[in-house]
């Protein structure tokens, strides 16, 4: 079975600066991999996802992936966070040939420091 | 393009009452998929639907169940109510068959069991 691990649970960074938020997956072959955000209140929104062929995704608000299949990491990156981006962050993994059925990580809290 | 409607959005069950959930996909997508979300376990999937069948099951006992109706719309159902219910569910669609879709999730409806 799948399983997703997001080391970091808070991550806080000021407004302007990067941001990387680690993701590891577990699964036997190459798997679906997404990144969604959840603001307070709400559902989970889509960032970006990884299916095959270039191992480094765009996604949107400027968000970008990278798919490491010798590190079995799918780390999310920002090169400048905005204050709006404080939400909590999911990444997810789905199997080939499992259906709509998503594994997800933990998750990460960011907080943005004015 | 009106998104996943989930109704109710708040309420409120005592201990062994039951309660039914509504999802509304988006016009178009035939594959809906219920998630659990709880501070304690996280995002976890209950289960898929797809021409009104059942396609995928999480790991959730038999008080939990599903169904999907001709015009995609689904409901889940959990029967007698306990206090470790109390969670965001989550519903999700997908245009096409089960399988690594994009999944656009609702807003939820929080369910809190006293």
């Known amino acids: 079975a799948q399983s997703v691990t997001q080391p970091d649970i808070h991550i806080t960074v000021s407004e302007g600066a990067s941001l990387e938020l680690r993701c590891n997956y577990s699964y036997g072959a190459t798997p679906y991999l997404f990144w969604y955000v959840q603001s307070p209140g709400q559902g989970l929104q889509l960032l970006l996802k990884y299916f095959s062929g270039d191992t480094l995704v765009q996604g949107i608000k400027g968000f970008e992936a990278e798919f490491k299949r010798s590190q079995s990491s799918f780390n999310l990156r920002k090169p400048s966070v905005h204050w709006s981006d404080a939400a909590e962050y999911f990444c997810?993994?789905?199997?080939?040939?499992?259906?709509?059925?998503?594994?997800f990580g933990t998750g990460t809290q960011l907080k943005v420091e004015l | 393009k009106a998104g996943v409607t989930q109704t109710p959005r708040y309420l409120i069950k005592t201990r062994g009452q039951q309660v039914t959930l509504s999802c509304s996909p988006i016009s178009g997508h035939r594959s809906v998929s219920w998630y659990q979300q709880t501070p304690g376990q996280g995002l976890q999937f209950l289960f898929e639907?797809?021409?009104?069948?059942?396609?995928n099951k999480g790991n959730f006992p038999g008080r939990f169940s599903g169904r999907q109706f001709s015009n995609s719309r689904s409901e889940m159902n959990v029967s007698t109510l306990e206090l470790g219910d109390s969670a965001l569910y989550l519903c999700?669609?997908?245009?096409?068959?089960?399988?690594?879709?994009?999944?656009?999730f609702g807003a939820g409806s929080r369910l809190t069991v006293l």
């Open positions: 997810a993994v789905g199997a080939r040939g499992g259906g709509n059925k998503l594994t």
């Open positions: 999700a669609s997908s245009w096409g068959n089960p399988g690594a879709n994009v999944l656009t």
């Open positions: 639907y797809f021409s009104e069948t059942q396609r």
